[in-house]
C-alpha cells in the first residue's frame, strides 16, 4: 500500500525558514518523481513544485510564488522527499501536500495526509 | 500560465442525480487533465487522470472526457459520499495549476 507521511509543519515568525518531511512507503522512491502543493485556509489548491528521479536528472520546477525561497530535494536512501522553505512569508501559511508523480507525464497519483504550516509573529 | 475555468463553482443535487462540472482550460493542454475529489478536512483524492483514465480503485460512476481546452467530470448517480468540493488540474506544462473548485451540496 502506498503511503506518503508529511512531518515538518507547525507556527513560525515571518522570515524564518522549515523543512517539511515527506516519508513515503510501499512503493520504490527513487523510481518516482515527487510534488508538493498546498493549500491556504478556505482556499484551492496551488503547486508548490517538483522534483523529478534520478532517472530523469532529478532536476526540480517551482511555482513563481516561491521560486528562490523554497528548495525541494530528495533522499531515495531513506525514501524522504524535503521541502526546504525560507524567508516564509505570511502568504505561505497552508497545509502543505506531498504527491508521488507517475508515468512519464508525472501525473500526480497519491496525496499525503498534509501538514499545516502557520507563518506568524 | 496556463489558467483553468470551472463551472459551477457550487451546485446543489440529489442522492441519485446525474452530475456534470465542466473545465475550461485558457490554452490547449492535449489529454494532460486531471480530476481530484476533496472532503472538508481532508487531503485531495485522485479520481482522473489523462482526462478520462480512472485512477485505480475508483469507482466506475466517475468518467471523465475532453481534450484540448474543454473537459467535464461526471458522476452517474450521486451517492451521500460524493458530496466534496472537485478539482480539474492541467499538468501539460508547469506551472500546474488548478481549476477554482466546484463544491457538490446535498439539496
Known amino acids: 500500500e502506498v503511503q506518503l507521511v508529511e512531518s515538518g509543519g507547525g507556527l513560525v515568525q515571518p522570515g524564518r525558514s522549515l523543512r517539511l518531511s515527506c516519508t513515503a512507503s510501499?512503493?520504490?522512491?527513487?523510481?518516482?518523481?515527487m510534488s508538493w502543493f498546498r493549500q491556504a485556509p478556505g482556499k484551492g489548491l496551488e503547486w508548490v513544485g517538483f522534483?523529478?528521479?534520478?532517472?530523469?536528472?532529478?532536476?526540480?520546477e517551482y511555482a513563481a510564488s516561491v521560486k528562490g525561497r523554497f528548495t525541494i530535494s530528495r533522499d531515495d536512501s531513506k525514501s524522504i522527499a524535503y521541502l526546504q522553505m525560507n524567508s516564509l512569508k505570511t502568504e505561505d501559511t497552508a497545509v502543505y501536500y506531498c504527491?508521488?508523480?507517475?508515468?512519464?507525464?508525472?501525473?500526480?497519483?497519491?496525496w499525503g495526509q498534509g501538514t499545516l504550516v502557520t507563518v506568524s509573529s | 500560465d496556463i489558467q483553468m475555468t470551472q463551472s459551477p463553482s457550487s451546485l446543489s443535487a440529489s442522492v441519485g442525480d446525474r452530475v456534470t462540472i465542466t473545465c475550461r482550460a485558457s490554452?490547449?493542454?492535449?489529454?494532460?487533465l486531471a480530476w481530484f475529489q476533496q472532503k472538508p478536512g481532508k487531503a485531495p483524492k485522485s479520481l482522473i487522470y489523462?482526462?478520462?483514465s480512472l485512477q485505480s480503485g475508483v469507482p466506475s460512476k466517475f468518467s471523465g472526457s475532453g481534450s484540448g481546452t474543454d473537459f467535464t467530470l461526471t458522476i452517474s448517480s450521486l451517492q451521500p459520499e460524493d458530496f466534496a468540493t472537485y478539482y480539474c488540474?492541467?499538468?501539460?506544462?508547469?506551472?500546474?495549476?488548478f481549476g477554482g473548485g466546484t463544491k457538490v451540496e446535498i439539496k
Open positions: 504527491t508521488r508523480a507517475a508515468g512519464a507525464e508525472s501525473r500526480v497519483d497519491y
Open positions: 510501499g512503493f520504490t522512491f527513487g523510481d518516482y518523481a
Open positions: 522534483i523529478r528521479s534520478k532517472a530523469y536528472g532529478g532536476t526540480t
Open positions: 490554452q490547449g493542454i492535449s489529454n494532460y
Open positions: 489523462a482526462a478520462s
Open positions: 488540474q492541467q499538468y501539460n506544462s508547469y506551472p500546474v495549476t
